[in-house]
């Protein structure tokens, strides 16, 4: 089974903090995402990487950061928290099948709110 | 223009009934399409991938790829409490996946 980690469920921060959202997989994934959903706005992609030290933005980078320096690991980086970057947060990991095929799983969600 | 349209929904079905969620895409290099659900408050779990054209059934789900046409449906067959959650259609190529905005399925006991 594919087990995807995030560091915390629930998370509280102020505003301007500096915030650490830590993703975890254990199946060897070279893809891992970082995704924010919002009612009404549905799954939007902050950034990705499709390997180690690799990164690519999404549709939604402003205010974010990440890092990338192990495989297994995928960082999000909220440079200085707003009230507008509360949110779910949904780190995914995506493993290749046989051909080109491939699955991506979603890890638990962090929910956090910036007050 | 959205790349992944789900276009139906709400759906309220009774119990035992089957439940018909549609989607269509307007990338046609997507080349791979997952079905997942979420209940309130959880992450999406993945329920179903398709890669071809035709049927993918498993259990009580069945999905269905028409290329051509650019449309992704799945079927909830004898649906149970337990099937309501919002689904999710997601479609892509090699990098990134579109997700649909989702939708709500109510099975009434």
């Known amino acids: 089974d594919v087990k995807v980690t995030q560091s915390s469920r629930y998370l509280v921060k102020r505003t301007g903090e500096k915030v650490f959202l830590e993703c975890v997989q254990d199946?060897?994934?070279?893809?891992m995402f970082w995704y924010r959903q919002d009612p009404g706005l549905g799954l939007r992609l902050i950034y990705f990487?499709?390997?180690?030290?690799?990164?690519e933005k999404g549709d939604i980078p402003e205010g974010y950061s990440v890092s990338r320096e192990k495989k297994e690991r995928f960082s999000l980086i909220l440079e200085s928290a707003s009230t507008n970057q509360t949110s779910m947060y949904l780190c995914?990991?995506?493993?290749?099948?046989?051909?080109?095929?491939?699955?991506?799983?979603f890890g638990p969600g962090t929910r956090l709110t910036v007050t | 223009q959205k790349e992944v349209e789900q276009n139906s929904g709400p759906l309220s079905v009774p119990e035992g009934a089957i439940a018909s969620l549609n989607c269509t895409y307007s990338?046609?290099?997507?080349?791979?399409f997952f079905w997942y659900r979420q209940y309130s408050g959880k992450s999406p779990e993945l329920i179903m991938s398709?890669?071809?054209?035709g049927d993918k059934e498993d259990g009580r789900f069945t999905a269905q790829l028409n290329k051509a046409s650019q449309y992704v449906s799945l079927l909830i067959r004898d649906s149970q409490p337990s099937d309501s959650a919002t689904y999710l259609c997601?479609?892509?190529?090699?990098?990134?996946?579109?997700f649909g905005a989702g939708t709500t399925v109510t099975v009434r006991a």
């Open positions: 995914a990991s995506r493993g290749r099948l046989a051909g080109n095929n491939y699955e991506q799983y």
């Open positions: 199946m060897d994934h070279e893809n």
């Open positions: 990487s499709y390997d180690v030290k690799m990164k």
């Open positions: 990338d046609r290099g997507s080349q791979s």
């Open positions: 398709i890669y071809s054209n």
């Open positions: 997601a479609g892509g190529g090699d990098y990134k996946l579109s």
